[in-house]
T-cell receptor, first 114, second 114 residues
Framework: AQSVTQLDSQVPVFEEAPVELRCNYS??????LFWYVQYPNQGLQLLLK??????LVESINGFEAEFNKSQTSFHLRKPSVHISDTAEYFC????????????FGTGTRLLVSP | NAGVTQTPKFQVLKTGQSMTLQCAQD?????MSWYRQDPGMGLRLIHY???????DQGEVPNGYNVSRSTTEDFPLRLLSAAPSQTSVYFC?????????????FGPGTRLTVL
């Protein structure tokens, strides 16, 4: 079985500051990792994912995450945030069983203020 | 394409009442699933379906029934609502079960059971 830990329930930052949202996972098998974003009153949208290959993955809106197998982490980073990045971010993991059964973390609310 | 649609957006029930949350997708996706989102607990899988006529239980299936008579629709039934079922419910779909198949989420149904 897999589990995901997002230690920070809320991260307040000022606009144009860098941010890191932490995600650690636990699994007895190889995993695939995902970050989803939920804007207010909307459903979840896939932000980025790691399946294989390069451990650094990027999204189209400037976020990136790095898969670190030794530290079992998949932290999400952005060098300069915008007000529009205010949302809840969920880390998710899936074991390599071939069947899509995501296990989600509890979420981190990113609050960007001017 | 409308994507994944859910109705209603909001619902208030009394304990013991029954209701059906509707979910539909127009992307011809085989895989559909229901999640509930509770504060501090992230998203948890209730039931899922890998195709018309095939359903299975997720992490928290008790108190919920599903059926999949068509590819497009995947309704979630609460036979006797309980306050513990107060939550936000998300339906999701993906082209298949493979890890490369991105899940698309609906906008959610906010359910309150009094």
């Amino acid at each position: 079985a897999q589990s995901v830990t997002q230690l920070d329930s809320q991260v307040p930052v000022f606009e144009e500051a860098p941010v890191e949202l932490r995600c650690n996972y636990s699994s007895s098998v190889s995993v695939y990792l995902f970050w989803y974003v939920q804007y207010p009153n909307q459903g979840l949208q896939l932000l980025l994912k790691y399946l294989s290959g390069s451990t650094l993955v990027e999204s189209i809106n400037g976020f990136e995450a790095e898969f670190n197998k030794s530290q079992t982490s998949f932290h999400l980073r952005k060098p300069s945030v915008h007000i529009s990045d205010t949302a809840e971010y969920f880390c998710a993991v899936q074991g390599n069983t071939g069947f899509q059964k995501l296990v989600f973390g509890t979420g981190t609310r990113l609050l960007v203020s001017p | 394409n409308a994507g994944v649609t859910q109705t209603p957006k909001f619902q208030v029930l009394k304990t013991g009442q029954s209701m059906t949350l509707q979910c539909a997708q127009d992307m011809n996706h085989e895989y559909m699933s229901w999640y509930r989102q509770d504060p501090g607990m992230g998203l948890r899988l209730i039931h899922y379906s890998v195709g018309a006529g095939i359903t299975d239980q997720g992490e928290v299936p008790n108190g919920y029934n599903v059926s999949r008579s068509t590819t497009e629709d995947f309704p979630l039934r609460l036979l006797s609502a309980a306050p513990s079922q107060t939550s936000v419910y998300f339906c999701a779909s993906s082209p298949g079960q493979g890890i490369t198949d991105t899940q698309y989420f609906g906008p959610g149904t906010r359910l309150t059971v009094l």
